[in-house]
């Protein structure tokens, strides 16, 4: 054997392809940061939801217990009888209010319909309110609005005469 042998040493599998699996591990760790970003993204979303439905719940509630405590302001058929100045005044305030309550029901949790379809009944029912003088739509958002006269067209409880 002589001191002039050429020949390259053999070098191992790993050793040759030690940049290409580099460049994978690299790839790697970008699509699992991704994942993870995305991941988190959507318990943000579930998380974002959740605490919607939550608001919605606990302003319709508020409303719920002031229409307990005050049934006699709570009835649609208060603007066909005689009422007192201070029943009128009381249910002026009691129907902005329930606005206001749907108002965030619709900020809060637009695209469910159990939520919609509550608003929309309790317009309906005091949906004499709407067509008179005290109700001001510039007030309300667009899709109140929409609400409020798709229900006075469609009049589905009878109460838009």
């Not at 392809?17 to 970008?30: C, K, P, Q």
């Not at 919607?52 to 002031?66: D, H, K, S, T």
């Not at 009944?121 to 409020?148: K, M, N, W």
């Amino acid at each position: 054997m002589t001191d002039t042998d050429t020949t390259p040493p053999r070098t191992g599998w790993l050793t040759r392809e030690r940049n290409g699996i580099a460049s994978f591990a690299d790839l790697t760790r970008i699509l699992l940061a991704v994942i993870a970003g995305l991941v988190a993204f959507w318990q943000f979303n579930q998380q974002w939801q959740i605490e919607n439905e939550r608001g919605a719940r606990a302003a319709y509630r508020e409303f719920l217990v002031i229409s307990m405590n005050n049934p006699e302001v709570s009835r649609p058929d208060l603007l066909e009888r005689d009422a007192t100045p201070i029943e009128n005044e009381r249910y002026f305030w009691y129907v902005n209010l329930m606005n206001q309550t749907f108002e965030e029901i619709f900020a809060h949790v637009p695209e469910i319909d159990a939520w919609v379809n509550i608003a929309e009944i309790q317009i309906a029912f005091h949906c004499g309110f709407y067509l008179g003088d005290d109700f001001d739509p510039a007030l309300y958002s667009q899709r109140f609005r929409e609400t409020v006269q798709r229900i006075i067209e469609d009049d589905p409880l009878g109460y838009c005469h």
